[in-house]
């Protein structure tokens, strides 16, 4: 054949990215309240946010500091039945009639959580000037360090349908309700930096009683989070997010209430201010419409990623102007806060973790789980139709066809196709690779020896349409997860999409009439798993090892989850993983572990010999 040119094709980051959507602001005030109003009952959904909180936060104070000119009261708050978080509260030494500003701030990802000096000096002076602050330790960090409260065990939250952001925007939330329990605290504000600056953003969206937040170094464009490819954590993906709101979407549910963003100019570890002030300017309109321009404040500052001093002192006067509390405002003398050696709260030892939620999450959900149910799995995974795909030759080799998989609307699918010399069979196999097409020509070329016609693909993530960025690490399957989360299309559900496609074309295209799956390796082989389970139409499954129970390896022994890639969104109400291939009824299948490569290939050549045997010889 000659070779034919190839149809453009986007890489997987380019396809999210058009995936996005960029909702318009309504130019009415009506249109603007209805349109917010919507966003926001998204958002908390999304966040695991119920507003009003069912559940009330209790606090057990264990000890106050006293310091020359204001006290450190340590506390443990409860945040979810069993959970405590450790929290300082600093108030003012000197008495003041009426109630006093109450703010919450929330450090990063930084050690040592609550009392890192840059945010730990940041509420000194805010209790010095007549505010209490509360400065609680964020899971997974300070005296919540270790690996059963890091915040990646959220992931697992997905085979339950729930949110990433569970607990970690509930905490926040549950702080809120601490300030707003306190008989000295009137109106409330929310500062938080990084990682925390993002929950700022997002509970302040949601929370009303937020009435000023400071987001210092939080705020980024989605486009350019996508195009640099930086890492970022579960909690950074709201469930579903990008269907139905951008981060000016989000920043205009502040208004009409106070809200400043700060960035730094070099700062390249969420966005330089050139980008965060473009976010600023396209949700300014809504708050021009309430009448409230005045109310959003945007600052890029010299430097990165840092709570220096000058936004320290800047927050300061935000605070002062937006909490109706002038003696917040003024510069810093000079000094820091580091002495914090006498302030650690105490843990109790039966305390539960983040990995303590999400497991009890599980195991609800499997104790109400019963037989495994196509119908619901097919939901869960999206019934995708796979009708409008069409293959398309590229160019002949010496023994293989380079062709592709043509899509209207989503990512060609590149695939390498070996053929019998006498493809009257209509024997086809579907085959992926963690490793991509290419670590299938092997197995290609000793099936088309018995009469089978081998479809090698690349799908979504995988080879060809991998993202590689940056070379020198290997997340980019888990970032490029997260963002499939916040669009609501979790890599499973893509992945059998992309499967029905080749089925389609494989069937319509090259006549096939029985199709099979194999799926080589921890990802591709519970994907194949997953489509045998769901796809009727498939007539065989190889999955060679395959994490097919890898959530009875998360619940036995988790010291670190699996991928996001790896939780189909709602699985568990659907079947337990181990249980998947119950619903291959009498359809053949070989499951493979722990094998060298050679015995790989001939396990799967002598399968599919047994296989073409019992179809051909009709036995």
């Known amino acids: 054949g000659t070779e034919e040119e190839h149809p453009p094709n986007f890489q997987f980051s380019e396809y999210l990215q058009a995936m996005i959507v960029h909702p ?24 695991g946010l119920e507003l009003p909180a069912s559940f009330q936060p209790g606090d057990y104070l264990v000890d106050i500091v006293v310091r020359d000119d204001y006290l450190v009261e340590k506390r443990l708050i409860e945040v979810e039945p069993g959970m405590h978080v450790s929290s300082l509260v600093l108030t003012p030494s000197t008495s003041e009639e009426g109630p006093r500003p109450g703010i919450l701030l929330h450090h990063g990802h930084d050690q040592p959580g609550k009392t890192r000096e840059a945010i730990f000096t940041l509420g000194v002076n805010l209790a010095r000037r007549g505010a209490v602050v509360l400065l609680p330790d964020w899971i997974g960090f300070g005296e919540l360090s270790g690996n059963d409260y890091k915040h990646i065990n959220t ?22 309700d601490y300030l707003d329990s306190r008989d000295d605290t009137g109106s409330i504000g929310m500062a938080g930096h990084s990682g925390g600056a993002e929950t700022t953003f997002y509970l302040s969206a949601v929370d009303e009683r937020i009435e000023a937040a400071a987001i210092i170094d939080g705020i980024d464009q989605w486009d350019h989070r996508l195009e640099v490819g930086l890492f970022r ?86 605070f002062a102007e937006a909490l109706d509390h002038p003696s917040l405002s003024g510069p810093e003398d000079g000094t820091t806060e580091t002495e914090v050696s006498d302030l650690s709260v105490g843990i109790p030892e039966d305390n539960a973790t983040t990995l303590d939620l999400v497991l009890a999450m599980l195991y609800e959900a499997l104790e109400k789980l019963g037989p495994p149910d196509r119908d619901t799995l097919e939901l869960v995974l999206g019934s995708p139709a796979g009708l409008d795909a069409q293959l398309l030759s590229q160019y002949r080799d010496r023994d293989s066809l380079q062709a592709i998989v043509s899509r209207p609307d989503l990512p060609n699918i ?14 086809g196999v579907i085959c992926l690779d963690d490793r991509g097409r290419y670590a299938c020509h092997g197995v290609g070329l000793r099936l088309a020896s018995i009469g089978y016609t081998t479809i090698s693909a690349d799908i979504r993530s995988f080879g060809e349409l991998a993202d590689n960025w940056p070379p020198e690490e290997g997340w980019q399957r888990l970032r490029l997860a997260n963002f499939a989360v916040a669009l609501g299309q979790p890599l499973p559900n893509m992945w059998m999409q992309d499967i029905a496609d080749i089925t389609a074309a494989g069937i319509t295209d090259l006549g096939l009439t029985s199709m099979s799956i194999v799926g080589r390796g921890a990802r591709t082989g519970f994907i194949a798993l997953l489509a045998e389970a769901v796809f009727q139409y498939l007539d065989a499954c190889v999955s060679v090892n395959g994490d097919h129970d890898f959530l009875l390896d998360y619940l036995s022994t988790p010291e670190f989850p699996m991928p996001a890639d790896l939780y ?38 002598q399968f599919y010999r047994f296989l073409s045997d019992h179809i051909l010889g009709g036995d």
């Open 568 to 605: 189909p969104l709602g699985l568990l109400s659907a079947a337990r993983p181990e249980e998947l291939l119950s619903l291959a009824e009498d359809r053949p299948y070989l499951v493979l572990r722990n094998a060298s490569e050679e015995e790989i290939q001939e396990e799967i050549f």
């Open 414 to 427: 590149p695939v390498t196709i070996v053929e019998p010399e006498n493809a009257a069979s209509g024997l």
């Open 24 to 47: 318009v602001l309504p130019s009415d005030i009506d249109g603007l309240d209805e349109h917010l109003s919507a966003v926001r009952s998204s958002l908390a959904a999304s966040l």
């Open 233 to 318: 954590d579960p909690e950074h993906f709201p469930l579903g997010l990008l269907q139905f709101a951008d981060y000016p979407n989000v920043l205009a549910c502040v208004a009409p209430r106070w809200v400043y963003v700060l960035s730094g100019d070099s700062d390249y570890i969420t966005a330089p201010s050139h980008v965060v002030e473009t976010v600023v300017e396209t949700a300014m309109p809504a708050f021009a419409l309430y009448g409230k321009a005045e109310r959003l404040w945007f600052q890029g500052f010299p430097g990165g990623h840092q709570i220096s001093r000058a936004k320290r002192e800047a927050i300061y006067g935000f």
């Open 155 to 176: 992931q697992g939250n997905l085979l339950t349908g729930d949110s990433m952001n569970f607990p970690i925007t509930t905490n926040a939330q549950r702080m809120i």
